[in-house]
């Protein structure tokens, strides 16, 4: 390569949707801490009441951004909020927004997406494929892009169990160009009640969107220089920005904090089947380095190439399921949380339908007592909600609980043979040389922090093993005879 990938982001343009979410505003402040990236335009939904720089204001004081400011005190103020909505015509972005996209941009990078897997498809299909479609249109007017990313998942072809770094469009059910017009020809409930039969094979309206997105960019983006990433699962930060950081409850980070609460009891895993997770940074590397390459295949007059695809998960080094409970027990030894609701322990079984008789007596009933203790108290009851989302969750995840997924990664593995040792570094993507346990065990240790907002000291977690023992102490007492006692 000519250059390395700081001088390539040099005084570039960014235009990026999905700015708000978990990968997003990672990406953004890797930008703006490892390059001299000019300005990012970040699209982002009105809310009413809330002025666009009032709420870049309040990213000041977030944890994301704490280690960038540090450094760079003014580097907030390359991001300009872009109002937008990928559910609106036209992307919902006003004409003037868009002339000066459209006059500016070098880089765009498509992120937003619903991840809901239980998505209403008349939503799903809207934000996940027609806002791709209509982002594409929107950088075909762009007079000096140099390289588009469209972010996918590495599970948007989960219908097979081999998935290799190209398109899939055979194991679709009908083209997005269809369902999109069938879209404009019925209205949502219809289009809702037609979801079994139009997703065919695929698991929800979220993966199977998120297939129709590409193949929208597949037969629509042209002559653009296009490239797509296909990030696993993903989970906390390894190192960057902040050891452990997440902003919300993920996918199996939500387990473990069900878990470690004692309020999850009962799950239905295949404890041999991988996990297929890829912390936020190595994403957010991955990605930085994908649009640097595609600019270079663009330079290199090779756009009328179908768009590279790079995929990233635990291909040579996986982390299963049986060691990810490994890990909660662990995690329950070491650092216990202090306001648990029940001792931390997880039944795991094979089948559905003894999860579900499971599920009645372990959550269901102790859901309904608590919410009836909550009532008397004059409190709203939570419990009932709680485990009926638990209970959906885990209906909607045993596809991917059940089956082992592999994913060729000769692009990304190429990829970073390209870079510069001192890129490789600063942009580490090495999925192979991850050391699961140590990154299992500094994850959960900082979901104590991040998500149940514990502080994490000494004392915090004496008082976690004080509590432990006393519901220890508390089983024990009803479970033996007084005269054992």
């Known amino acids: 390569m000519d250059y390395d990938i700081g001088g390539f982001y040099k005084d570039k343009v960014v235009f990026l949707t999905?700015?708000?979410?978990?990968?997003?505003?990672?990406?953004?402040?890797?930008?703006?801490?490892?390059?001299?990236?000019?300005?990012?335009?970040?699209?982002?939904?009105?809310?009413?009441?809330?002025?666009?720089?009032?709420?870049?204001?309040?990213?000041?004081?977030?944890?994301?951004?704490?280690?960038?400011?540090?450094?760079?005190?003014?580097?907030?103020?390359?991001?300009?909020?872009?109002?937008?909505?990928?559910?609106?015509?036209?992307?919902?972005?006003?004409?003037?927004?868009?002339?000066?996209?459209c006059a500016e941009v070098h880089i765009v990078i498509h992120g937003a997406a619903t991840v809901r897997f239980d998505e209403a498809l008349h939503k799903a299909l809207a934000i996940n494929t027609r806002a791709t479609r209509l982002m594409l249109q929107l950088a075909k007017e762009m007079k000096h892009l140099e390289s588009y990313l469209h972010i996918s998942t590495a599970f948007s072809n989960c219908v097979i169990s081999d998935i290799e770094e190209r398109f899939y469009p055979e194991h679709l059910p009908c083209s997005a160009d269809k369902v999109l017009a069938l879209s404009e020809m019925v209205n949502s409930k219809v289009l809702d009640n037609m979801s079994a039969g139009l997703m065919g094979s695929f698991p929800n309206t979220y993966i199977f969107t998120k297939a129709l997105a590409e193949d929208i960019v597949l037969k629509e983006s042209g002559s653009l220089p296009v490239s797509i990433c296909r990030p696993n699962m993903i989970m906390p930060a390894d190192k960057e920005p902040i050891v452990g950081w997440i902003d919300n409850m993920y996918g199996p980070i939500a387990f473990a904090y069900g878990a470690a609460r004692g309020v999850l009891r009962v799950v239905c895993v295949n404890i041999d089947v991988h996990c297929n997770f890829v912390p936020v940074d190595y994403a957010s590397n991955l990605a930085i380095a994908i649009i640097w390459e595609t600019s270079k295949r663009k330079s290199q007059c090779q756009s009328k190439e179908q768009p590279a695809i790079y995929a990233i998960g635990n291909a040579s080094n996986p982390m299963t399921n049986s060691r990810f409970e490994d890990a909660m027990r662990n995690c329950r030894t070491q650092f216990p949380m202090p306001n648990m609701l029940w001792y931390p322990y997880v039944l795991n079984v094979t089948s559905m339908w003894t999860y579900y008789f499971l599920a009645f007596f372990l959550h269901s009933l102790p859901g309904y007592a608590l919410d009836l203790v909550l009532r008397v108290v004059g409190r709203k009851p939570q419990f009932g909600k709680i485990y009926k989302k638990i209970n959906d969750s885990m209906k909607l995840l045993q596809h991917f609980f059940h089956n082992t997924f592999r994913f060729d990664m000769k692009n990304t593995y190429r990829l970073r043979e390209l870079m510069s040792p001192e890129d490789r570094i600063t942009y580490n993507f090495d999925i192979n040389s991850l050391d699961w346990d140590k990154y299992m065990n500094k994850s959960l240790r900082a979901m104590r922090f991040y998500v149940a907002k514990e502080v994490d000291t000494p004392e915090s977690i004496a008082k976690g093993k004080k509590?432990?023992?006393?519901?220890?102490?508390?089983?024990v007492r009803c479970l033996l005879p007084d005269y054992l006692i």
């Open 467 to 475: 509590l432990m023992l006393r519901l220890v102490l508390f089983l």
């Open 18 to 101: 999905g700015a708000t979410g978990f990968m997003g505003k990672v990406m953004i402040e890797k930008l703006l801490r490892s390059t001299d990236v000019k300005r990012i335009y970040a699209m982002v939904r009105s809310k009413r009441g809330h002025n666009l720089q009032e709420r870049l204001q309040l990213w000041q004081k977030e944890e994301v951004f704490k280690v960038l400011l540090s450094s760079k005190p003014e580097a907030l103020q390359r991001v300009q909020f872009i109002a937008g909505d990928c559910c609106e015509p036209d992307l919902g972005i006003r004409e003037e927004d868009r002339r000066l996209l």
